[in-house]
Every structure is written in structure tokens, then in C-alpha cells.
């Protein structure tokens, strides 16, 4: 039974830092392709960041800069750090793994507020 559980979210200070974790199983997580995206209320879900098996990371124009992905294969997760956190970075943040098929955690709720 695939399983992603995110954790790591929370309340921060608007230039503040938050660092998400995506633990995977019941699949072979090296291969897939791992993203996080986030959906704010009213809004569209949208990819934040995704780093792919070899490494290869996309980001979005909103987070370049800010935002790093990162994958411990050997740990079967994948982390997002999150730097000068904004009030419009408040949403739900998703963990996903792709290789064909698609698999989702239940999300994690970031809030970004003074």
C-alpha cells in the first residue's frame, strides 16, 4: 500500500523559514518523481517544486530563490525548504509521487502571518 505522510508544517513569521518532509513506502520512491504543490483556499492547486530521479529540480517562478527540494533516497523522503516566507505562500502543501501513476500525501497546512 503506497503511503506518503507529509509533516514539518505550521505557523510562520512572514521572512521566516519552514522545512516540509514527505516520507514515502510501499514503492520504489528512487524511481519516481517527486513534487510538492500546494493549494490555497479558492485557488487552483499548483506545483511549488519537483526533483526528479536523477536529480533534476523544477521550481516555480513564485518560490525560485527561496524555496529548495531536496530527496534522501535512502531515507524514501523528500524535503522542502522554505525561506522568506511570504503571507501568499499560505496554503495547503501536498506531497507527490509520479512515475506514470500518481500517488498524493493528505497534505500539511503552512500559514504565513505576523
Known amino acids: 500500500q503506497v503511503q506518503l505522510v507529509e509533516s514539518g508544517g505550521g505557523l510562520a513569521q512572514p521572512g521566516g523559514s519552514l522545512r516540509l518532509s514527505c516520507a514515502g513506502s510501499g514503492y520504489i520512491f528512487s524511481i519516481y518523481t517527486m513534487g510538492w504543490y500546494r493549494q490555497a483556499p479558492g485557488k487552483q492547486r499548483e506545483l511549488v517544486a519537483s526533483?526528479?530521479?536523477?536529480?533534476?529540480?523544477k521550481y516555480a517562478d513564485s518560490v525560485k530563490g527561496r524555496f529548495t527540494i531536496s530527496r534522501d533516497n535512502a531515507k524514501n523522503t523528500v524535503y522542502l525548504q522554505m525561506n522568506s516566507l511570504k503571507p501568499e505562500d499560505t496554503a495547503v502543501y501536498y506531497c507527490?509521487?509520479?512515475?506514470?501513476?500518481?500517488?498524493w500525501g493528505q497534505g500539511t497546512q503552512v500559514t504565513v502571518s505576523s
Open positions: 526533483i526528479g530521479s536523477g536529480g533534476k529540480t
Open positions: 507527490n509521487a509520479e512515475y506514470g501513476d500518481d500517488f
